[in-house]
């Protein structure tokens, strides 16, 4: 889709990780790029406040939710349910404030681009809440699709991305767990914040592109 000076697109989660790299990538074309996320006072797991963010903004043309990325691991047996319920409201409930916030906001040829996650179709034991609330999530994108119609939804599935999501690991670990997955995947790397970015910007350039959900995990899904 074209952009132009008037072109308003918004990043939620975008001051870190893949959301930096979407909204950067977006800021190199014409229009406006807001960034929005618990950094500059946005909380996503607020209804109300997300509701009053849009609602002063306006109509908009493309809106990126990438936030949400932390949830527990760990077997059912063990879970802490308190802290899957937060992931889920920050993650999913949260994903689901910002489409009904932007419903009817989103002008002509507008899309909104949601985040799951290569473990929503990747079956391994102790991933339960990121599994359940990604899968969750790539269901709803398909039924927001015909909701929003004719605008578009679609949802960016990233497998292991080299991102600050993983900045509390021991840097040792962190660095061979980046190893093994560039041995073990037929892509032969890790991601990279900025490969994943150009996931969403398909799903905002491509008017026939709606409904979908685009895999970049580096062959992890075909492993």
């Excluded at 800021?27 to 609602?55: C, K, T």
């Excluded at 605008?151 to 599935?157: D, E, G, K, L, T």
């Amino acid at each position: 889709m074209s952009f132009n000076e008037q072109t308003l697109s918004v990043v939620i989660g975008g001051h870190s990780g893949i959301g930096q790299a979407v909204a950067a990538a977006l800021s190199q074309r014409p229009g406006r790029v807001l960034v929005a996320s618990r950094r500059n006072g946005l909380d996503i797991a607020d209804e109300a406040a997300v509701e009053r963010y849009f609602a002063a903004l306006g109509p908009v043309d493309h809106v990126v939710f990438t936030a949400g990325s932390q949830a527990p691991g760990g077997f059912l047996s063990g879970l802490d349910l308190d802290a899957a319920r937060a992931a889920f409201d920050a993650k999913f409930w949260g994903s689901l404030a910002v489409a009904r916030a932007v419903a009817g906001r989103l002008r002509a040829g507008g899309s909104l681009t949601l985040t799951s996650g290569f473990l929503a179709r990747r079956t391994l034991p102790g991933t339960l809440v990121k599994t359940a609330m990604n899968a969750a999530l790539e269901a709803s994108a398909k039924v927001l699709a015909r909701e929003f119609a004719p605008q578009r939804v679609n949802i960016v599935s990233p497998g292991l991305t080299d991102t600050a999501a993983y900045a509390a690991m021991d840097a040792t670990a962190r660095q061979a767990m980046l190893e093994r997955a560039a041995t073990s995947l037929p892509a032969g790397r890790h991601g990279r914040a900025e490969d994943i970015a150009q996931g969403y910007l398909l799903a905002i350039d491509n008017p026939f592109m709606t409904g979908a959900v685009i895999d970049l995990d580096g062959g992890a899904l075909i492993q």
